[in-house]
């Protein structure tokens, strides 16, 4: 379950809602509301209360209500904001960040900041191959692949065991660098269709241990923040570490500033980015 934004006693504003009318307002959280049969699995329903009354449509019937049920997920909570900052920043910023227009990063206790994705768990949710149904089309696609031409590699292995030595094609396997490429080429157009049908194969298939480290939330933000200038990581707080010592696998960007800090600089330069404490 993630983290929840809010807490009992909190006040909190409404940044999303089925009826526009309710954004913007400052609430009370009062504790859990009783039903929460239609919360999903990571959320949590509060029973809220608000100084004029909130707007609710049931079943095309429009009530209004002081008191009412709101996700966790559509309340952001005003605690521990710099004196004179206004709520409806966090307003404007949640709609821009559902929008798309404002991307967040996480960042938990020890600072390092990931981008959080979407869970994945076959190759096809990593790599995007569109363009492999001809002979041309198709080495290229492996070629800038790694992990499918290891895929291609291990094939061309198993199809050697399978041949003469004095097969013609068994020579042409025989070049550890470019062996499957030579296989793909020996065997034209009559083979293409076998060919096309491996690559469909290993995208249906669960990803390696190495998509899951290049495409993670954690290599992800290190990859983006890596695309900024020196003087804006400085200004933020940002340390890109390439292992901490030799042979170090630590590889990320981390934040090296108080969170609510650094997206107040973050507002003052017109970056489009924000972070989260985890």
Known sequence: MRKLNCRAGDLAIIVDAFTS??????IKVLGK?????????????????????????KLGKITHKRKGPVPDSWLNPIRGYPLGWDPAIGVCESLDKKEGKLREFLVDESGTIS?????RSTNAD????????TIETLIETIE????????????RWQKITELAETDKLHQALQDDDFGWRNWIIEEGQAGLAWFID????????????EA??????????????????YQTLDGIGVQIIEGDHPGSSYYAAV?????????QVARDLGLKFRFRQE
Do not use: T
């Open 255 to 263: 934040l090296r500033q108080d969170v609510d800090y650094v997206n």
């Open 212 to 229: 899951a480290e290049q495409f993670s939330g954690v290599a992800l933000a290190k990859k983006y923040f890596e695309c900024l200038d």
């Open 33 to 57: 509301h009783r039903n929460q049969s239609v919360c999903p699995a990571d959320d949590v329903i509060w029973l809220v209360q608000a100084p004029q009354p909130m707007r609710y449509e």
């Open 21 to 26: 009318d309710n954004i913007g307002m400052i």
């Open 144 to 155: 800038f692949c790694p992990p499918l031409l290891n895929h291609f590699q291990r094939l």
């Open 115 to 119: 981008d959080p994705v979407e869970l």
């Open 198 to 209: 491996q690559v469909e194969a290993w995208l249906d298939d669960p990803a390696g241990k």
């Open 126 to 133: 990593f790599y995007d191959l569109e363009d492999f149904k």
